[in-house]
Each structure stands twice: as C-alpha cells, then as structure tokens.
C-alpha cells in the first residue's frame, strides 16, 4: 500500500471511529484501525466487537491499493501532530507503516488486516429499512436519551427501544423511575423485528448522535440480531440488546382531570432556582396546583427552603406531588417544545408531562 494525503483528511477518518476503540483491549487488533485504500478513497474502521464504524473519505492519491491496521491511539497522536502538509503512508513488509511528512518521519509496527474482525454486510436493498432525516433522528434521540438506565444489572433498560407499528416509529427508554416516549409518523417497515421492537445500547445511541447534522438522511437496516445506521460515507453496525423491553404502554395512565398547561421556560427557570436548595440526600422538589397557581419549593433541614409561584390556569382541586428535581431538569433540557401539560391524578400516582409528539411518565417521591 503506498497513499498520500493531508493531515486533515487523516484526522476526519481517525476522529469518526476512535471513540468506538479501547486502547486497553485485551486482543491487540481491537486496539487498531483498519486503514483500507483503493481509487481516491481512504475507508477506516474500527470495532469493540458490540458496536463497529467505517467511515470513507474521499481526496486521497493512491499510488498502491492495500490495507493494514495501526495502533489508534499512535495515528491519532501522531495525525494531531503532524505539519498541515500532504502525508505520505507506505506499507512494508511485516506490516511496518512507514510514514512522512516533509522533514517527519515515523515507522510504526501494524498488524495484518486479515485479522481484523469483518464487520457484517447489508443490502441496501433491504425492505426492513428505515429512512429519516438526519436532523429528526437526532431529536427523536436526544428526548429519550436522558432516561436511559445505567445500571448494568437492569441490562435490557440500557438502550433505547425502537418500534415501528400503525405507521409511527416510537422510540422508549425507561430506567424504572421515569419512561420518555417520543412518536413519528413514518412509512410502515416489513418485517416482525420492527413491530415487535428492538433496543439500541446507549453507547451506539450516543456515538450516533455525536455523528448526526442538521442536513441529509440516515439510513437504519436490521441485520438479525444487530443494526446499521448509515450517515453519508460513514456507517455505525451495533450488535441490539436482546431481552424482553417492558409493556410501556401499560405504564403510561390516561389523561386525568388535573390537567394544567405550562410554559416550559417558565417552570424550567423556576425549577432550577427552587432545586438550589435540595440536597444529594434530600433531592426533593414539592408541586402544589391549587386554584389558578403552581407552587414549587424544597426544604432542606441544614440549608433552608426556597418556592416560587407560577400562575396557570386551574380549576381542579388540590394536590400536591412531590418529584425528584433532576428527573424533570434532565426532562425540560431535551425537548424543543415550548408548551407541555401536566396531568395529575394523586400524590402516591405517576405525572404525565406531554408535549405533542412527546409524553415523559415520573414516579413521584414520598412527601414526609
């Protein structure tokens, strides 16, 4: 193999799939990228055996075709490093990458391709596929992300569902204290696996997002037991999380007769403000509908207490529920929409925050 290119064409290939590698793996190829070159076009891929990403960049001259895998953590300083000059990139025997940069001049031992595990291939022919605006997908993400459980022994919540059933694609995460739904319209998909549902891991939710723009399409294909989603030139396959994901629509309650609309600026501010005076050990915030008013306050015995009134409007009676105040931040600081209603029932039942295409479901907290 014998390439040039410039610096900066490097670091785009390095930096789509480095934060897919772990450079402590216990099998030396998973520590390396996959460098393959062949008519202009440079592809890098790298894989922690759950989740692999490629990515092809065009503009490189490619005197030899060929492919060898680097140490990532190596190329990556080295790229950083670097005079913003046209790279010149050599494989020799055993694999040895030979590489220059005006006056620069490194050796680095790689190991064979061959070794490298193949990502699975697809059809984009594919009937199961899915089409979505770049844009959209990433907002559909970012209003379910937040509620996604960390906690590896509850593994089948540690995703984010996706289903495609009556015409909407619905994607659900839950981690058992709060559940965020979020719903579009979209052509219905063939195939049981989208009906039935299948859950994402949260580190491909993430790496997927970071690579999302405001502008193109995404592509998703179901591969039996895995997923591809393809963003341009750059295709991110994750393995999906097998279990069963629970009943969500069973957990979420109608709406009830203690029903007021709120102005998602105004009770994120005040949220924010009244929070100040809650503790790790006393994370609590009280909300009061009473006629035409919503207070919200905390108390705290070593600190103080803190309320704000909000005006609505409400006709029902009193009520009082008492919500963690990080599960309602973590809510308003990812939805776009400046309208929500908020639907009671009791103090000891679930609030049901909506906001059109949006429903977030919160357990309350006991109020001493």
């Known amino acids: 193999m014998n390439i040039k290119c410039r610096r900066s064409l490097l670091r785009e290939g390095i930096q789509k799939v480095s934060n897919v590698i772990n450079p402590r793996a216990t099998l030396p190829i998973l520590s390396n990228i996959l460098l393959e070159a062949e008519e202009g076009r440079l592809k890098f891929s790298g894989t922690d055996l759950e989740m692999g990403i490629s990515a092809s960049i065009e503009g490189a001259t490619v005197e030899e075709g060929g492919s060898v895998t680097i140490p990532a953590k190596k190329i990556s300083d080295i790229a950083r490093e670097l005079p913003d000059e046209e790279i010149t990139i050599s494989v020799k025997k055993n694999n040895i990458i030979q590489l220059e940069a005006g006056r620069v001049f490194y050796r680095i031992m790689g190991l064979p391709a061959d070794d490298f595990p193949q990502l699975p291939s697809f059809s984009t022919e594919n009937k199961e596929r899915l089409l979505l605006s770049q844009n959209e997908l990433k907002a559909l993400l970012t209003m379910t992300a937040f509620a996604v459980s960390n906690e590896e022994s509850r593994y089948v919540l540690n995703g984010i569902l996706f289903v495609v059933k009556d015409g909407k694609l619905k994607l659900v995460a839950t981690d058992g204290r709060r559940l965020a739904l979020v719903e579009k319209e979209t052509e219905e998909a063939e195939g049981n696996l989208w009906r039935k549902g299948v859950i994402l891991p949260i580190k491909a939710v993430r790496e997927l997002n970071r690579l999302l723009g405001e502008e193109g399409e995404v592509q ?114 990812s939805i776009p929409f400046e309208k929500l209603t908020l639907s009671l029932e009791e103090s000891e039942k679930p609030g049901v925050f909506r906001a059109e295409s949006f429903t977030y479901v919160l357990m309350p907290m006991q109020i001493e």
């Not at 999906?240 to 994901?245: M, S, V, Y």
């Not at 009473?290 to 600190?303: A, F, G, R, V």
């Not at 309320?307 to 309602?328: A, D, R, S």
Request: charged letters at 25%; a negative charge.
């Open 220 to 333: 998703i294909y179901l591969i039996e037991n895995q997923i591809a989603f393809v963003v341009g030139r750059t295709t991110i396959i994750s393995r999906l999380i097998e279990g069963d994901f629970p009943d969500y629509e069973q957990v979420i309650p109608s709406e009830s007769n203690k029903l007021v609309e709120l102005s998602k600026e105004e009770i994120f501010a005040a949220t924010r403000r009244v929070s100040l005076l809650s503790s790790p050990t006393s994370s609590l915030i009280k909300i009061n509908l009473s006629k035409n008013k919503m207070l919200i306050s905390s108390e705290t015995p070593d600190l103080g207490e803190a309320k704000e009134e909000i005006g609505v409007e409400y006709q029902g009676e009193e009520i009082t529920i008492g919500f963690n105040p990080h599960y309602l931040l973590d809510m308003f600081r």
